[in-house]
C-alpha cells in the first residue's frame, strides 16, 4: 500500500504564488521518481513537473521559470513552489509517485488538490 497526501491549493489572484506539498508513505521502492501532474475541466491530465531519486527535474514549458519542484528523499516528501500564476493554471493538482521493477511500472496518485487563479 501507498499512500500519497496533498496540501496546499487555494484560491489565489493571479501573479501571486502557492505552494503544494506531497508526502508518500507505505512501501515505497527505494528509488522512484515522484512529481506533479494538473487536470483541467474537460481537459486531460498533464504533466506538470517531476523530480528523481537523483534530482533530476523536468517541467511542462507551460510552467518553466515559473514553478519550481524540490524534493527530500529522507521524508518522501516534493513541494511545488508556483510563482506568477495565471488563470490557465486553474486545475486540479495531482501528486504521483512512480518506480519500475524489472519490465513494470507501479504508479500511484493523491486525491488531487484543487488551485484556482482567478480575480
Known amino acids: 500500500q501507498v499512500q500519497l497526501v496533498e496540501s496546499g491549493g487555494g484560491l489565489v489572484q493571479p501573479g501571486g504564488s502557492l505552494r503544494l506539498s506531497c508526502a508518500a508513505s507505505?512501501?515505497?521502492?527505494?528509488?522512484?521518481?515522484m512529481g506533479w501532474y494538473r487536470q483541467a475541466p474537460d481537459k486531460q491530465r498533464e504533466l506538470v513537473a517531476t523530480?528523481?531519486?537523483?534530482?533530476?527535474?523536468n517541467y511542462a514549458d507551460s510552467v518553466k521559470g515559473r514553478f519550481t519542484i524540490s524534493r527530500d528523499n529522507a521524508k518522501n516528501t516534493i513541494s511545488l513552489q508556483m510563482n506568477s500564476l495565471k488563470p490557465e493554471d486553474t486545475a486540479v493538482y495531482f501528486c504521483?509517485?512512480?518506480?519500475?521493477?524489472?519490465?513494470?511500472?507501479?504508479?500511484?496518485w493523491g486525491q488531487g488538490t484543487q488551485v484556482t487563479v482567478s480575480s
Open positions: 507505505g512501501s515505497i521502492a527505494s528509488t522512484y521518481a
Open positions: 504521483n509517485i512512480a518506480w519500475w521493477v524489472f519490465a513494470r511500472r507501479y504508479a500511484y
Open positions: 523530480v528523481t531519486s537523483g534530482g533530476s527535474t
